[in-house]
């Protein structure tokens, strides 16, 4: 990855963990009193050996200069005078155990409350990345839902933010404590031999040629398990969504199938991605012990030789153990750290995205006069689906768009609404660029009742409120009554509060449709845009529907896609669409004189009845 990539990783993760600041600062505060303690725990042990060995004070050691040896030893100066008592061991050895219980019980203190702020900012960030990255999505438009997989989506809210935090945010902590620690004993390392302490560091050094090594391997595997993880959470969401093609199909088996093979790449990809992690605190291990015989070795020969007391070989050799713990965390943590950025990198990923629709400044309130295409062409990939499509809605009046199956009809309204912009072309509201207005406001003005009607998993009243506020139960009413939907409702077990299961399996056809119409209204947009209403239902919810549509489209400006042509008849205009172009447009009467198109249309449907 490039560096300036890399550093805009850091600050933008930097960015979320801002608003913590505080409770970081006072969990690394706590957590450098504890490193110290748990320092300190080690540090008795000089004074334990010297009373029961009976050194009862620690001579200074006159000839020597050096800085370190002599914090060290002031340090221990003092420590001793606090706990012995010259000439009385009892009362030592009492001091002395009081002392190791202070201490434990104050280290252990410090660190519930460490790990517990930890827990808060470390839950925290993770909250506010995956809300963030949730409000993103909410706000993306139509296009960029369609080029991407939706369980690739799911699966970085709901996995990469938490693989985000436990492999960076929380690693870095972790760090940064055990670092403390690490930098203590080093100091005791160093004050007491430094030649011991460069023998010992060359295990570390060991160890981060080995990270090194294995960094590229983990990230690789990382890379695997975020991508099958996305793979088998797809999966999953997509079986959901088809449950009843999949059970009507016999599918289950296949499914199933499809669903425990992407699991089975995972956990290939976990295994591998564990086998070099757990590799490395082995590694660490047996590089620090190698480096402990050698210090052994070589601090035994300095003892013999006078040049080193044996009370303080054995301090050098306990604090060498107790670093090795805290080292062996810092190196299994940036071990981690490959797979916070792979999350890193899909969630920035998300964030970065410069969405194609952008707001404009305008805010619009209505609709004066008319809505007008002016040579729209449009294109999802390489193939025109509009080409240079022109015409006007005014205002008051109903539009109808007819034409076959794939001519670009629900095209049409996905740009009238902007889920996407022309490529070229223009389309206006009272003669003003629609890409110039705001985009909220501007989409408040329609109301829509699409080809597939979304109903949430939530009451009946709640998914036509839908959002809004300060909805009467009588507005409810005179809405639902429009939509001819009202009879349906009484006679549900809980009427208005009846709860709908996902994706509104307990309603009909009809049903549902009746319920986004009754959303449709409650909205009282200017414009209604009705995509093919009515062409999933029998002929006798057909005529509920359409009743309900007639019934609300009076004094509306309407938009309406349909198959049957029966219901658009009395439409002020009909535009009749045939590969991307208007063929044909007139009222019924007109295009029927025409002898083109729409009368072909209108004849198979005819002879059909
Ligand atoms: N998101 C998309 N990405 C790529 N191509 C698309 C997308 N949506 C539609 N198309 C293509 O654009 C063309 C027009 O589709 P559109 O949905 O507008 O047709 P339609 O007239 O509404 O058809 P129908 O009557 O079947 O609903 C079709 O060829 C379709 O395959
Ligand atoms: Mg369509």
Redesign the pocket.
Known sequence: MPKAQKNTLISQTLHFIRPFYWLIGFAMLMNVIFSSLSALSIALILPIIRIIFGTTSVEKVAHSQEFLTKIKDDFFHYLSQMIVEPGDILSSLVNLSFLIIIVFVLKNVTKYIAVVTSVKFEEGVIKNIRDTVFQKLTSLS??FF??RKQGDLISVVANETTALSHASISAINIILREFTQVLLFAFLLLAISPQLTLIASLSALMSLVILRFASKYLKRYAKRMQSFMSDYTSTMQESFYALRIIKAYNAEEHTNRKFFTDTYNYVKAAIKHKKVITLIPSINEITAITALTFVLFFGGKQVMSNTLSGDELMLFLFALFSIMGPVVIIMTNISQLPRGKVAAEKIFEILNVDDEIKSGEKVVTNLQKKITFENVSFQ??D?E??QNVSFDIEKGKKIA?V????????????LIIRFYDPKSGVITLDNFDITKCDIKSYRKLFGIVS?ETMLFNDTIANNIIFGRENVTQEKLEEVVRHANAYDFIQKLPNGFETHIGDRGITLSGGERQRIAIARALLADPEILIF??ATSALDTESEKIVQNAINNVLENKTAII?A?RLSTILDADKILV?KD?EVAESGTHSELLELNGVYRKLYDIQFNEN
């Open positions: 139509v296009g369609s080029r999802y990939e193939e689906v509009l768009i034409g076959p199956s794939g001519g670009g009809k629900s095209t049409i309204l996905d080809q995509d093919e896609v198959h669409l991307g």
